[in-house]
């Protein structure tokens, strides 16, 4: 491992450290809303589908593309667990029986597993809800116009254009495989958007221009790009144990994924070109986006 | 029928027309986002959630309220359709079998009925993701700052302290019937929150002092009070015919009620109470609250 990759690795660790503390105070019992006490059961659930062991990625790159720009790195943590609570929230709903069906999920039992399906719904879409709530909270030390555009932002990655759009189409993928642009539609919304949102949110969190937030957003296209295709060629090449959940399932039900389409040697070198393409968008910001860059390139390494 | 009551009741039907008309603008195949189309079987399942036949009130109260204290209309109506959203993805939501397992909702089938469970969680996801989207856009013509108060106080109203948390407490209370305090809570969270919303929110559209906004909160209490005290003399007293739905379910599932703990009697009476509290609360605005306070009796009164 080169000393640029280590740095890489234990500046994400320490990142993750540091969401994952933020996460963990806004779900504790002892920060209530002003008015109602949260219900215990729910609130445990959503804790545990929260604090789960991710890499925390998401709110990785929120942090480092806001501090890029000269963002507010204490604001930018927040949208960061904002974003990884809408993550989360759709790892419990896509884990449920009429969805995936997964009973595991990074080794451990799945929310509904755990606790029971009704829990494992209203979890998921208390996550959701809270998402909103840390975004518009006074803590969250940003301009009111920042914090209307990252709901917006936020919204339409999450939604029916973006994320959950996705979902519907991935589901109806068992049935029916979806050629080559329905295979890059349906994993644009499903797993694109919530990480190029990560990348605009930075932007959005510097009070950037259109220029700029335009450039981030164009390399969260490109990591989101580069991340699903590395899913994909894991999903054909790695084993239950690394992965932590079933795999070589999205093959087995027949969904059509570009690397059964193109193959294993298209899939490498298309995975190296957008990697390519997304460290050239940050070549006006030089050493500066060292950290940006090398999360691309984790994203096309990364071996779980 | 006398004329007043004629007027309100025109007026209600009025704005059911106008929020429908714009919830289906809103889901309508026409309006895309402005980067990814979207898919048409969940637009499909969140316009048959929405387009229910529902009496609006939510959004009727979000418009008065707001009209009341001089806020803007357009404004109001698309805040009104934005928490029509939350109310109908909890519809579908505390619909799934594993909720509460109904498949009828006002004489119709419900959501994973007529499609499947999954496109009904999703559908349920993607209202409750649509509304933030839809307070936060462009088009809805206020300060962000407004917008700001309207996210937290939704996302609030709906989350883990208030309706997402009332109904976990709600499907506990089926195992072990709570204590008068228990089912207080219960239903201020469950069904009082988005109601207290409703006129909280017409108090922020029209930028009102903390003084006013706090009486609007306070009217909106009271009026969800009186609503859940209705439905509950409503669920003992009246058949399926005239619900749309099964009724007096909740005590054959030995959901304490209060008219369950305390008499019929005694529920009539505190309902009277707490619409005479409501239009209290109102006083100081004279005749111009005249809809408001109709609207507080509207809800004691309702046959369905």
């Known amino acids: 491992m080169d000393a640029k990759r280590e740095t890489f690795e234990i500046r994400l660790k320490n990142s993750a450290t540091e969401i994952e503390a933020l996460l963990d105070a806004l779900l504790s019992p002892t920060v209530l809303s002003d008015e109602i006490a949260r219900p215990d059961l729910l609130r445990n659930a959503m804790h545990y589908a929260v604090l789960n062991g991710g890499k925390r990625l998401r709110p990785f790159l929120v942090v480092e593309a806001a501090t890029l720009l000269g963002g507010n790195r204490q604001a930018a943590l927040r949208v ?10 759709s790892l419990v709903h896509d884990d449920l029986p009429a969805m995936d069906d997964d009973d595991l999920r990074r080794g451990k039992p799945t929310v509904h597993i755990k606790f029971d399906e009704a829990t494992a719904i209203l979890a998921g879409d208390s996550l959701l809800t809270y998402a909103f709530d840390i975004i518009a909270a006074p803590e969250t030390d940003l301009p009111d116009r920042s914090k209307t555009e990252l709901v917006l932002a936020l919204a339409r990655a999450a939604g029916l254009g973006g994320m959950a759009g996705g979902q519907i189409l991935d589901l ?8 080559e642009t329905g295979i890059i539609r349906l994993q644009a919304m499903k797993t694109g958007a919530l990480i190029r949102f990560a990348c605009e949110a930075g932007a959005i969190i510097a009070g950037a221009s259109s220029e700029e937030r335009q450039r981030l957003r164009r390399f969260g296209e490109k990591i989101g790009l580069a991340f699903q295709l590395a899913d994909d060629i894991l999903d054909l090449t790695s084993d239950t144990k690394t992965m932590g959940k079933a795999t070589g399932k999205d093959a087995a039900r027949g969904k059509g994924t570009l690397v059964a389409l193109h193959g294993m040697e298209w899939a490498e070198k298309q995975l190296r070109q957008h990697v390519e393409d997304a460290e050239e968008l940050l070549h006006p910001y030089g050493e500066h986006a060292a950290m ?12 779980s």
Chains 1, 2 share one sequence.
Do not use: M, N, Q, V
């Open 80 to 89: 960061g667990a904002a974003l990884e609570c809408i993550h989360c929230y």
């Open 292 to 303: 940006l860059k090398a999360t691309a390139r984790f994203i096309a390494d990364r071996k």
């Open 172 to 179: 109806a993928a068992e049935k029916h495989a979806p050629d």
